[in-house]
């Protein structure tokens, strides 16, 4: 079962646990785009955790059953698209190894189909639908944060800068140190607090040196990290994700 919005290719939306709970406006953000580029979008309600967490934790039995829910939920789809660089690179490469653990090789057909089809939101709007100009109008100061998950396991490359780049009234500040961890890495914040918040210290400077009113990034659990640190330093820069620089329009909110 499934909400589905819009017309044209068939998408669903993986929404991701974070998003779901903490930051909806994303995922919302992800269809406003998908809509006006003429996409059908669908959620599939039956949608859950990727498991990334408990794979991370080396708890491999566990997350199977993660998998299982992901292929049931998400087969049949033109293209799958979640906007987390990190949840997409733990799908692309954890899904595999974990279905593979499972001794399953019915399973790892399903998941070798499925993960063909899922993309990163920046790499379906520029490798899929051909795309880097989406209408998008944001007249502020931005610097982007290239999180590492989306950058080394993802591989998403240049295409949020691209896309950036051609959003009206937008100015794009280059960042210092932009390849370097945040220091969120998911359980590893909790395990390493102190460690986590000098990386993330260290990258809030670097934010506020570009002069930049908006910190944005393609994963929302990095601008979480970050942007605590900016408002416990008492910092005017605002976090937000990609995608909703893309769903503004000219005559929105921005």
């Given at each position: 079962?499934?909400?589905?919005?819009?017309?044209?290719?068939?998408?669903?939306?993986?929404?991701?646990?974070?998003?779901?709970?903490?930051?909806?406006?994303?995922?919302?953000?992800?269809?406003?785009?998908?809509?006006?580029?003429?996409?059908?979008?669908?959620?599939?309600?039956?949608?859950?955790?990727?498991?990334?967490?408990?794979?991370?934790?080396?708890?491999?039995?566990?997350?199977?059953?993660?998998?299982?829910?992901?292929?049931?939920?998400?087969?049949?789809?033109?293209?799958?698209?979640?906007?987390?660089?990190?949840?997409?690179?733990?799908?692309?490469?954890?899904?595999?190894?974990?279905?593979?653990?499972?001794?399953?090789?019915?399973?790892?057909?399903?998941?070798?189909?499925?993960?063909?089809?899922t993309y990163d939101f920046s790499e379906l709007l520029v490798d899929v639908l051909e795309v880097?100009?989406?209408?998008?109008?944001?007249?502020?100061?931005?610097?982007?944060?290239?999180?590492?998950?989306?950058?080394?396991?993802?591989?998403?490359?240049?295409?949020?800068?691209?896309?950036?780049?051609?959003?009206?009234?937008?100015?794009?500040?280059?960042?210092?140190?932009?390849?370097?961890?945040?220091?969120?890495?998911?359980?590893?914040?909790?395990?390493?607090?102190?460690?986590?918040?000098?990386?993330?210290?260290?990258?809030?400077?670097?934010?506020?040196?570009?002069?930049?009113?908006?910190?944005?990034?393609?994963?929302?659990?990095?601008?979480?990290?970050?942007?605590?640190?900016?408002?416990?330093?008492?910092?005017?820069?605002?976090?937000?994700?990609?995608?909703?620089?893309?769903?503004?329009?000219?005559?929105?909110?921005?």
């Amino acid at each position: 079962m499934a909400h589905r919005f819009g017309v044209g290719p068939r998408v669903a939306l993986f929404a991701t646990c974070i998003n779901d709970v903490m930051f909806p406006g994303t995922p919302k953000a992800v269809v406003q785009v998908l809509e006006r580029l003429g996409c059908t979008v669908e959620f599939p309600v039956e949608q859950t955790c990727c498991g990334q967490m408990l794979t991370n934790t080396g708890y491999f039995d566990a997350a199977v059953p993660n998998v299982r829910n992901y292929v049931k939920a998400f087969r049949g789809y033109d293209y799958i698209v979640g906007a987390s660089g990190s949840c997409i690179g733990a799908v692309r490469h954890q899904h595999p190894m974990l279905a593979e653990h499972a001794g399953d090789p019915g399973l790892a057909e399903a998941v070798a189909d499925v993960v063909a089809r899922t993309y990163d939101f920046s790499e379906l709007l520029v490798d899929v639908l051909e795309v880097t100009d989406v209408g998008a109008y944001f007249p502020h100061k931005v610097t982007y944060h290239p999180t590492c998950h989306s950058v080394r396991v993802t591989k998403v490359g240049d295409r949020p800068y691209r896309l950036l780049e051609k959003v009206k009234g937008l100015e794009l500040m280059p960042l210092e140190a932009a390849d370097q961890c945040c220091g969120f890495g998911g359980t590893f914040s909790v395990k390493n607090p102190d460690v986590s918040v000098a990386m993330g210290s260290d990258k809030a400077r670097h934010v506020v040196d570009t002069g930049a009113e908006y910190l944005v990034t393609g994963d929302n659990a990095c601008l979480m990290h970050i942007g605590g640190l900016l408002h416990r330093q008492n910092s005017a820069v605002r976090t937000i994700h990609l995608a909703e620089i893309l769903a503004s329009t000219e005559g929105g909110a921005a």
